[in-house]
């Protein structure tokens, strides 16, 4: 069981950065694939990016490659999202996903125009 814990989000205007924080417990975190999703009002969760267990591997939906950034730190057990250059499209709740079988609350992201 791996509980997932997000923190960072918060009102930006457009153009500005946030740092999404996701927490994990449990010592399988350095084994798995993490994710990171989001899910604006009246839409479906979408995934925005993911990063392998070593790092090596990398993935970011179109709309956001060059503006955010995942990053990991196994030791801390910890996933990041780099968000820069924030659009209000970007508006969303934002959640951490492991291996595609555990999930954090989420944490709100809004952009203001």
């Known amino acids: 069981q791996v509980q997932l814990v997000e923190s960072g989000g918060g009102l930006v205007q457009a153009g500005g950065s946030l740092r999404l924080s996701c927490a994990a417990s449990g010592r399988t975190f350095g084994m798995y694939t993490m994710n990171w999703f989001r899910q604006a009002p009246g839409k479906e969760r979408e995934f925005v990016a993911a990063i392998s267990w070593s790092g090596a591997n990398i993935y970011y939906r179109d709309s956001v490659k060059g503006r955010f950034t995942i990053s990991r730190d196994n030791v801390k057990n910890t996933v990041y999202l780099q968000m820069n250059s924030l659009k209000p499209e970007d508006t969303a709740v934002y959640y951490c996903?492991?291996?595609?079988?555990?999930w954090g609350q989420g944490t709100q992201v809004t952009v203001s125009s």
């Open positions: 996903n492991a291996e595609n079988l555990y």
